[in-house]
Each structure stands twice: as C-alpha cells, then as structure tokens.
C-alpha cells in the first residue's frame, strides 16, 4: 500500500494550502487523509509523518517533490526514518536545482538549511516509459531497482503514479473549495 501525499492551490496571499494524502493498494482508493501546511513553512515533514502515523499498512511514502505549499521542503531522509518506511520522489519534470538555490537565496533567510535538502538529494535517477518519456526520481530508504518496481506498478496513464495523480485531483478539489480561497471564489486567479 501506498500513501501519495499533493499540496492543494493557494495564493501569494494565503497562509495555508491543503495537504492530501491518498492510501492505495495498487491503484485502488483505500483511505483519504486531509490536512494543512503552512506556505513555505517548515511543516510539511511533520505533517507527512503525522499522515503515516494514523496508517498502519504502508509500504511506501509518495511525493512528487520535496517542496510542497511553495517552499516548505520535506526532508525524505527524516520522513523515512520518523515513519519508518520506504520514501519515493518521482515527478516526470527534471528538478532545476539552480533555479531552486537562486530562488531560495532571494526569499528566506534560513536558505541554506532548506537548500540542504536538495543537495543530500543528489541526482535524481531515470526510469523510462511507454513512448520514451522519464519520470525523475529518488528512492529513500529503498533501492532504486525497488523504486523503478513500484513506478513499474503504479504509472498507468501519463507520466505521474496514479496515486499521486489521484492526491493531486483530490487536492485541487479540496484547495479551490477551501474556505481558505476567498479570494479565487471572488475571480481572482492564484496559480500553482
């Protein structure tokens, strides 16, 4: 089983965003877990921890990115050994470390320390699909020929693991009809 674990929309203007996380047996819907984390805080590694905390049947964690509600950088390795199991990062867009370092330098003052992350992450591995397209990846406290298994099983249609498409959509869904987004129900666009 796996728990898949998106961050919902928000705004610039927004102090929270919605945290989904969807346990699935292969593709089939188990559970929905619900939560928040704080826009470029420091709580998303808690947050994801406390999801696995409440599952008791989990073979593995998840995420699309180690940055979830902006900038609020989940530590894999911490994640791994809090929940005590296997973590999986796997997004079919390469990671643009520069970008991220050049980003996080400008905004926060604790940059050095979420930047961290991204570096003890290394160079993500590659996992091919159908037509040739790539799913970047990093398997924590997994190999990576047991990280290419488990995307082998749960990559159905497009590029994404279907429990991760599935958290996104729930996510989405969540976030716009937050009460959080008054601001979108009002017109205004927010992007993501």
């Not at 390795?77 to 999986?88: D, G, K, M, N, Y």
């Not at 905004?107 to 961290?116: A, G, I, L, S, T």
């Not at 991204?118 to 406290?141: H, K, N, Q, S, W």
Request: a positive charge.
């Amino acid at each position: 089983m796996a728990l898949a674990v998106e961050d919902g929309p928000f705004c610039k203007s927004d102090r929270w965003c919605v945290l989904v996380g969807v346990v699935t047996s292969g593709i089939t819907i188990d559970q929905v877990v619900t939560g928040r984390i704080l826009i470029d805080g420091t709580d998303a590694t808690e947050k994801i921890s406390a999801f696995a905390d409440q599952l008791r049947y989990l073979d593995v964690i998840l995420l699309p990115s180690i940055s979830l509600g902006g900038f609020n950088v989940v530590d894999p390795f911490e994640l791994h050994s809090r929940s005590e199991r296997p973590v999986l990062v796997a997004n079919p867009v390469r990671p643009h470390i520069d970008a991220v370092r050049k980003a996080l330098k400008v905004h926060f003052v604790d940059w050095e320390k979420r930047y961290r992350i991204f570096e003890l992450m290394g160079a993500p591995r590659t996992f091919r699909i159908r037509g040739g397209d790539r799913i970047y990846f990093y398997p924590v406290g997994l190999s990576a020929a047991r990280g290419v298994q488990v995307l082998r099983r749960l990559v159905r249609l497009g590029k994404t693991p279907e429990p991760l498409r599935i958290a996104k959509l729930i996510a989405r869904a969540l976030g716009d009809s937050s009460s959080m987004k008054g601001s979108r129900r009002m017109g205004h666009k927010c992007g993501h």
